[in-house]
């Protein structure tokens, strides 16, 4: 059965430490629902009421549109081995850009990857836990290196003007603040 908790508990960051992969979602009142699935040891809790990730560069930019627009955010972990559990975090989200103070900050406690672009941070509201009895067990047979390799191989310059080519605005053209140079989590404070 779901129980619910108002905080992250040692035990649950324990379990998200240990999941090679957890999935992002976010809204806003009109337009797509972005679901998006993430990888390479990026998700840190960083206190029982804030945790994050370091977001690189990709296709697109929804989580960024979404939480300038909106500001709800869920992630969810979910085991793949014999111990069965789906654990989700909900609360509001803000970004924080690349080269500004609080980057700055953040960024010795995420991994080192080419391409990031920002962190996304998760002022946690509330913590679900539930049995997870229908995920399959699955075994891990590593990470991807595409994405790494395809950001390294294109260098900063690069990577700057794809991010300003196809990362500015959502799906729905919503503004996703990347243009603006502006450290989205210091208006948000």
Same mark, same amino acid.
């Given at each position: 059965?779901?129980? &619910?908790?108002d905080?992250?508990?040692d035990?649950?960051?324990? &379990?998200?430490?240990?999941?090679?992969?957890? &999935?992002?979602?976010?809204?806003?009142?009109?337009?797509?629902?972005?679901?998006?699935?993430?990888?390479?040891?990026c998700?840190?809790?960083?206190?029982?009421?804030?945790?994050?990730?370091?977001?690189?560069?990709?296709?697109?930019?929804?989580?960024?549109?979404?939480?300038k627009?909106?500001?709800?955010?869920?992630?969810?972990?979910?085991? &793949?081995?014999?111990?069965?559990?789906?654990?989700?975090?909900?609360?509001?989200?803000?970004?924080?850009?690349?080269?500004?103070?609080?980057?700055?900050?953040?960024?010795?406690?995420?991994?080192?990857?080419?391409?990031?672009?920002?962190?996304?941070?998760?002022?946690?509201?509330?913590?679900?836990?539930?049995?997870g009895?229908?995920?399959?067990?699955?075994?891990?047979?590593?990470?991807?290196?595409?994405?790494?390799?395809?950001?390294?191989?294109?260098?900063?310059?690069?990577?700057?003007?794809?991010?300003?080519?196809?990362?500015?605005?959502?799906?729905?053209?919503?503004?996703?603040?990347l243009?603006?140079?502006?450290?989205?989590?210091?208006?948000?404070?």
């Amino acid at each position: 059965m779901a129980e &619910f908790f108002d905080h992250i508990t040692d035990k649950q960051a324990d &379990f998200i430490s240990a999941q090679p992969m957890f &999935f992002t979602a976010t809204a806003c009142a009109t337009g797509r629902i972005n679901l998006s699935p993430k990888g390479m040891d990026c998700f840190r809790v960083l206190g029982p009421n804030l945790c994050g990730y370091l977001d690189v560069t990709g296709s697109g930019n929804e989580t960024s549109a979404h939480l300038k627009h909106d500001g709800r955010i869920t992630f969810m972990f979910n085991s &793949f081995t014999r111990n069965p559990l789906i654990l989700r975090l909900y609360g509001r989200g803000r970004v924080v850009r690349a080269g500004t103070p609080a980057y700055n900050d953040l960024k010795p406690g995420f991994p080192d990857l080419p391409g990031a672009r920002q962190i996304i941070l998760m002022d946690v509201e509330s913590v679900q836990t539930s049995c997870g009895y229908a995920v399959p067990e699955m075994e891990l047979k590593g990470e991807r290196e595409t994405l790494k390799k395809w950001a390294a191989s294109k260098g900063e310059e690069a990577i700057s003007a794809y991010q300003r080519e196809k990362n500015t605005r959502s799906i729905d053209g919503l503004d996703t603040g990347l243009d603006t140079g502006l450290d989205t989590a210091a208006l948000m404070d």
